[in-house]
């Protein structure tokens, strides 16, 4: 069992169950139980310093933003719930594509899924504002250093 530290403000626990994926967070990180590497790393760093970091989801739903790996580590170590926080939902995909990035900082990728992953991010920038800026392509190309 994970704990979860006193520094984890939240707004309620939730049933791992009652969570629904973000098919966003796949898109940009593939299926992520196939780099088990990473999530028993991530496991590791859980079960020794314990959950700082509240899953977040979508103000009055159950659709996780970001938080999805820390969900998979919780239900693999036998905890059923998890500390949830709410937030307003991201008006733009590109919002949206912007928050799972920089919450999974730790998740080493590919150049391949880097490439992809920044090529998502432009695509979707572009589909919301009509254009991209060289700034925006150099910030997300950082994202996923």
């Known amino acids: 069992m994970i704990k979860i530290n006193d520094t984890c403000k939240y707004d309620e626990m939730v049933p791992l169950s009652d969570l629904q994926r973000n098919p966003l967070n796949a898109e940009t990180y593939g299926d992520i139980k196939k780099d088990k590497e990473y999530l028993d790393n991530l496991k590791t760093i859980l079960e020794t310093q314990g959950l700082n970091s509240p ?11 970001f938080g999805h790996h ?10 059923i719930e998890i500390p949830v926080s709410y937030i307003s939902e991201p008006k733009t995909k590109t919002e949206q594509l912007e928050l799972i ?9 590919t150049i391949i899924e880097k ?14 504002f009509g ?9 997300y190309c950082a994202m996923f250093q």
Do not use: M, P, W
């Open 55 to 65: 899953v977040q989801c979508v103000e009055g739903t159950r659709k996780i933003l």
């Open 131 to 139: 254009d991209i800026e060289d700034k925006n392509k150099k910030v």
């Open 101 to 109: 990035a920089g919450d999974n900082s730790r998740k080493k990728q």
């Open 70 to 79: 820390r969900t998979l580590v919780f239900g693999e170590a036998g905890n």
């Open 115 to 128: 490439h992809k992953s920044v090529k998502n991010l432009i695509k979707a920038r572009i589909e919301d």
